[in-house]
């Protein structure tokens, strides 16, 4: 019985593998070789319908995120200021669980008053975990959740791991195609605001 059972087992991944050499040659004729591959074929061949190995081709292929995927956080810069949200005021600090957010806030040179902007913003991904707590607690939508996962070195002691401004920044149109649903529930809301102060 249980040799029966390995030799049903391996039919099922040597069927497997002979179907997707009759796969490739039927899409060999659709439009020439490696055509199987392409990132147009990537739906078929993760579809019901697709036949023979299933691997998705990484790096060449890559299957879309979710929207909902949180990758590390990233600074959200103002079309209309061209500068970043953030007010430096250090609720993202205090929510995050690892300690990996440091944040020094800009003063005015003149009159040495603390200004509502960063004057030095770091994360450090190399113990981020990405929990999002910063996105979430964040008061003006300063911080969201990006979709960059491929993030390696060689070494963590050189400072490739710890992000400043200069990375973190990121335009509003970024936010915009990654997470539309959210961008589109922030821009509604943005609205219901300004109609409810104009009203007034």
């Keep these: 019985m249980y040799g029966w059972g390995i030799v049903k087992s391996l039919s099922v991944t040597f069927g497997r593998f002979v179907t997707t050499f009759v796969d490739d040659i039927r899409w060999f004729f659709r439009g ?3 055509k199987r591959y392409s990132p147009e074929a990537l739906p078929i061949r993760q579809s019901p319908k697709g036949r023979g190995v299933f691997t ?3 790096p060449k292929e890559k ?3 979710p929207e909902n995927y949180r990758g590390f956080p990233f600074q959200v810069v103002d079309p209309e200021t061209g500068t970043t949200r953030c007010t430096a005021c250090g609720i993202c600090a205090q929510a995050c669980p690892t300690q990996c957010i440091w944040i020094v806030r800009a003063t005015d040179p003149e009159t040495g008053k603390a ?4 004057a030095e913003f770091y ?3 190399s113990i981020c975990m990405s929990c999002g707590f ?3 607690f ?4 300063a911080i969201k959740m990006g979709h960059n996962y491929e993030i390696t070195a060689y070494r963590r002691d050189n400072g490739e791991f710890l992000w400043g401004l200069d990375r973190l920044q990121k335009p509003l149109a970024y936010h915009a195609a990654i997470h539309p649903t959210e961008y ?3 821009q509604a809301k943005a609205k219901r605001k300004r109609d409810k102060r104009d009203k007034k």
């Design 32 to 34: 020439g070789f490696g």
């Design 56 to 58: 998705v081709q990484y």
């Design 138 to 141: 964040c008061p003006f939508g």
């Design 123 to 125: 994360v450090d991904i």
């Design 134 to 136: 910063c996105a979430e």
């Design 115 to 118: 200004r509502r902007e960063p």
């Design 184 to 186: 589109q529930a922030e």
């Design 63 to 65: 299957l879309p995120l």
